[in-house]
């Protein structure tokens, strides 16, 4: 295929697509993978409204990576539907355990009494009351990456022994932290709207789907039973015939769905 034809196609992909093209074979991930490609990768984002920049210093097929790709960084394990801005990672919950340590932890672990100075440079998140986590003590506690810890420490003993320098590196990371601590703020906002637009949408392919079998069941002479049901709603006003796990499908009901699905 001519290239022109080639770019062209790809001024209308999202970066998913991109990123699933980029896995099929080496010509497509050598092309998309240049540093000359990522006008395409800029291109992609900006197909989908709202979604930010990358971080700092990140490139774009590593923030749609963390975007729109579902496994543990870490071990690569599938269906990681979560993202931890904070530490622009995802991790399955037996990484989160093993790849993240707590600050105390930390603390004893960091380069000899430098540790106090180079904590606030790390970043860190909060293991939420409701994280799917395996045990109840790691709930509400301050959480940071151990490559993060080994990357700033690493910095830090390889920096002159001036204290210019050494108050010159502080004074970059600060400011390197902020602003990831900013943009990862940005990216949970877009994240957080994201989930609640696919709820709304899946909510109404709920409700369209009820219409529909409803509409239906009357036309198959089930008029009485569609009342019955109507008048005894519980109290949160929901027509007891919602409960039934094929009328709560989040999918639209074709003729063929129904004649199998039909009452005799
Ligand atoms: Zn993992």
Redesign the pocket.
């Known amino acids: 295929m001519p290239l022109d034809v080639l770019f062209e196609i790809f001024s209308y992909l999202l970066p998913y697509d991109m990123l699933n093209l980029s896995r099929t074979s080496k010509p497509f991930r050598n092309l998309l993978m240049d540093r000359n490609s990522v006008s395409f990768w800029k291109a992609a984002r900006c197909n989908v409204p709202g979604l930010p920049e990358p971080f700092p210093g990140m490139s774009e097929p590593v923030f749609a990576n963390l975007c729109y790709s579902p496994h ?1 960084h ?2 690569l ?1 599938s269906n990681v539907q979560d993202v931890i801005w904070d530490l622009r990672i995802r ?2 919950n ?2 989160k355990k093993t790849s993240t340590v707590s600050i105390s932890v930390a603390k004893s672990r960091l380069y000899l009494k430098e540790s106090k100075r180079l904590l606030p440079h790390i970043s860190t998140y909060l293991v939420k009351w409701n994280d799917q986590v395996t045990d109840d003590w790691v709930r509400g506690v301050q959480r940071l990456l151990i490559s993060d810890m080994d990357d700033v420490e690493k910095a830090w003993v390889s920096l002159p022994a001036s204290k210019e320098g050494r108050d010159q590196f502080l004074k970059d990371e600060d400011r390197r932290f902020k602003d990831i601590e900013k943009h990862a703020e940005v990216c949970d906002n877009w994240s957080q709207n994201k989930k609640y637009d696919r709820s709304q949408e899946l909510n109404e392919v709920r409700q369209e789907h009820l219409r529909t079998i409803l509409r239906k069941l009357n036309e198959a002479g089930y008029g009485e039973d569609v009342t019955f049901s109507d008048k005894h709603r519980d109290v949160h006003g929901r027509d007891p015939i919602c409960y039934h796990p094929f009328v709560r499908q989040a999918k639209p009901l074709t003729d063929r769905i129904w004649q199998n699905r039909c009452p005799a």
């Open positions: 543990c870490v071990c394990k991790l399955c037996i990484c």
